[in-house]
């Protein structure tokens, strides 16, 4: 079971997400906060895996949550819901360090594949705000490695590197490339090493930037 830490300020979102998040679709709500100025305290009850945040709330939002969380040592990881126009929170979020956006309006089967990927360590893009979410990257990041050419990389990276920019988890990879996960583990670092990236978001950018994985339509 994933465990699962509900942050909205609305409790009509809140209970349908427990519904989608189900035991049977294998996750344990955990608990619940309507605001991010809960989150902290409710991380330290609760010990979720992975914390599910609304982006804009009424006194501390899903930024500002998120960059307090991260501070933590070994703090879960968090998906940000956020709705289409929202880019000065996507740009704000991405500083903080969330890990994953998912659109509110989105059908639940993509808000559990979402919550599966970042929950084991990878970073989601709902492909509605992929650009935006880019983009706003490139703005505010510091340098990463964009533009840099890639022949340093051996070809499993190069297959690695992929598989990370479509928002894939470690195990994910694992599965895809019939190797272990303390070997995608190694190529990860390998490739973070000689393409100076600072974490999976940046290489996500940087597989869309050089053509390694193309935005959807």
């Given at each position: 079971m994933i465990r699962v830490l509900l942050v909205d300020d609305q409790q009509l979102?809140?209970?349908?997400?427990?519904r989608i998040l189900a035991p049977r679709a294998g996750f344990d709500v955990v608990g619940e906060c309507s605001d991010g100025s809960e989150v902290e305290d409710a991380v330290t009850a609760h010990h979720p895996d992975l914390v599910i945040m609304d982006a804009r709330m009424k006194d501390v939002g899903g930024a500002e949550a998120t960059r307090r969380l991260r501070r933590r040592p070994d703090s879960p990881p968090v998906l940000i819901l956020t709705?289409?126009?929202d880019d000065e929170v996507l740009s704000a979020s991405l500083r903080a360090g969330a890990s994953g956006f998912q659109l509110k309006d989105a059908p639940g089967e993509d808000l559990i594949r979402a919550a599966r990927v970042v929950a084991e360590g990878g970073a989601w893009l709902d492909p509605t705000v992929t650009a935006r979410v880019l983009a706003a990257y490139r703005t505010t990041a510091l340098p990463t490695a964009t533009g840099t050419r890639i022949e340093p990389l051996s070809q499993r990276?190069?297959?690695v590197l992929a598989h990370i920019g479509r928002g894939l988890s470690n195990a994910e990879v694992a599965?895809?490339?019939?190797?272990?996960?303390?070997?995608?583990?190694s190529h990860i670092g390998h490739i973070f090493t000689k393409l100076d990236l600072r974490d999976r978001a940046a290489a996500i950018v940087f597989a869309f930037d050089n053509g390694i994985v193309e935005p959807l339509a």
């Amino acid at each position: 079971m994933i465990r699962v830490l509900l942050v909205d300020d609305q409790q009509l979102i809140r209970t349908g997400l427990q519904r989608i998040l189900a035991p049977r679709a294998g996750f344990d709500v955990v608990g619940e906060c309507s605001d991010g100025s809960e989150v902290e305290d409710a991380v330290t009850a609760h010990h979720p895996d992975l914390v599910i945040m609304d982006a804009r709330m009424k006194d501390v939002g899903g930024a500002e949550a998120t960059r307090r969380l991260r501070r933590r040592p070994d703090s879960p990881p968090v998906l940000i819901l956020t709705t289409f126009d929202d880019d000065e929170v996507l740009s704000a979020s991405l500083r903080a360090g969330a890990s994953g956006f998912q659109l509110k309006d989105a059908p639940g089967e993509d808000l559990i594949r979402a919550a599966r990927v970042v929950a084991e360590g990878g970073a989601w893009l709902d492909p509605t705000v992929t650009a935006r979410v880019l983009a706003a990257y490139r703005t505010t990041a510091l340098p990463t490695a964009t533009g840099t050419r890639i022949e340093p990389l051996s070809q499993r990276e190069r297959e690695v590197l992929a598989h990370i920019g479509r928002g894939l988890s470690n195990a994910e990879v694992a599965g895809e490339l019939h190797i272990s996960e303390v070997t995608v583990k190694s190529h990860i670092g390998h490739i973070f090493t000689k393409l100076d990236l600072r974490d999976r978001a940046a290489a996500i950018v940087f597989a869309f930037d050089n053509g390694i994985v193309e935005p959807l339509a």
